[in-house]
C-alpha cells in the first residue's frame, strides 16, 4: 500500500493549525485553569508524538526532499506548540518557563 504523502501532510497540517489557533487562544488567558492547561499540553504532545512517528514513516519510505522539508516546518511547529503549551502549564504552577535555544546551521 502506498501512502499518499503529499494528502497526509496536508491533514497533519490542518490538524496542527487548529491546535495552533487553540493553544494561542488559551495560553494568553491570565486565569486559565490548570485543569485545561493540563489538558492543553497532553493533548500537544499526543499530536507532537503522532505526527513524529509520521514523520519517521516518511523518512523510511524514502519521501522526496520537498515533502520532508513541509514535514520538517510541521515538526516544528509542533515543537512550539509543545514549548507554549508547557510554558503555561509551569506559569500556573508558578515555575520558570522553558526556553528555546536557536539551534547552529
Do not use: C
Not at 92 to 101: E, K, N, R, V
Amino acid at each position: 500500500m502506498t501512502v499518499d504523502w503529499l494528502t497526509t501532510l496536508a491533514e497533519q497540517g490542518d490538524i496542527a493549525k487548529r491546535k495552533a489557533t487553540e493553544v494561542a487562544t488559551l495560553v494568553v488567558k491570565p486565569e486559565l485553569p490548570l485543569e485545561i492547561a493540563s489538558r492543553l499540553y497532553r493533548d500537544v504532545e499526543k499530536g507532537a508524538q503522532t505526527f513524529d512517528r509520521i514523520l519517521s514513516d516518511m523518512e523510511d519510505a524514502d519521501a522526496s526532499d520537498e515533502l520532508l522539508e513541509a514535514a520538517d516546518a510541521l515538526a516544528e511547529l509542533w515543537s512550539q506548540l509543545s514549548v507554549a503549551s508547557a510554558n503555561k502549564l509551569r506559569e500556573l504552577q508558578g515555575l520558570p518557563p522553558i526556553t528555546m535555544s536557536e539551534a547552529p546551521h
